[in-house]
């Protein structure tokens, strides 16, 4: 069983955005319903950041910075720098085919910072191999996994919120 399901959520937790996490991870939410829900989910880009990425694209590239970060930090002890987050975004671009400019994936990187700390509380975070085991094909995030999609729709949540 993945150690993330396992976890109770504790009373505190309703505070923390990593709450909306748990929710989405130990739902028996489908990929197909999560996929849809995802999909219909527009960011105004205009009032956020403008780019050519859309706004699942958007909440994907920030999921995938928050899970560079908590890698760095569990590999390391220490939270990646900002050339190498941004790196990490150029790197996910280059592998989804998508563009978007330094200053959006210098943004993002910002943001990926300030959101990454929230998920130690979860023990699977503070594991590097764990964690490996939530990529497919090289630096692809299994969206099939609960503990990805959770994390995914609190990045998208994150987003909807600025």
């Known amino acids: 069983?993945?150690?993330?399901?396992?976890?109770?959520?504790?009373?505190?937790?309703?505070?923390?955005?990593s709450y909306l996490f748990m929710q989405r991870a130990t739902s028996s939410?489908?990929?197909?319903?999560?996929?849809?829900?995802?999909?219909?989910?527009?960011?105004?880009?205009?009032?956020?950041?403008?780019?050519?990425?859309?706004?699942?694209?958007?909440?994907?590239?920030?999921?995938?910075?928050?899970?560079?970060?908590?890698?760095?930090h569990a590999t390391t002890g220490e939270w990646l720098r900002t050339d190498h987050s941004v790196e990490a975004a150029r790197m996910?671009?280059?592998?989804?085919?998508?563009e978007c400019d330094w200053l959006e994936r210098a943004k993002l990187a910002r943001i990926a910072a300030t959101i990454a700390p929230q998920f130690l509380v979860f023990p699977c975070f503070k594991d590097a191999k764990e964690m490996v085991k939530l990529?497919?094909?090289?630096?692809?995030?299994?969206?099939?996994?609960p503990t990805v999609r959770g994390m995914l729709d609190v990045c998208v949540e994150h987003l909807h919120q600025r």
Request: proline letters at 3%; hydrophobic letters at 45%; one cysteine or more.
């Open 92 to 98: 996910w671009a280059a592998s989804n085919s998508s």
């Open 1 to 17: 069983m993945d150690t993330c399901l396992a976890l109770r959520v504790t009373s505190w937790a309703k505070n923390n955005p």
């Open 29 to 72: 939410q489908s990929f197909a319903d999560h996929a849809e829900f995802v999909t219909r989910f527009q960011l105004k880009s205009e009032a956020f950041m403008s780019s050519k990425l859309d706004g699942p694209e958007r909440a994907d590239l920030l999921c995938f910075l928050v899970m560079a970060h908590l890698i760095g």
């Open 135 to 145: 990529f497919v094909d090289g630096w692809r995030l299994d969206y099939r996994s």
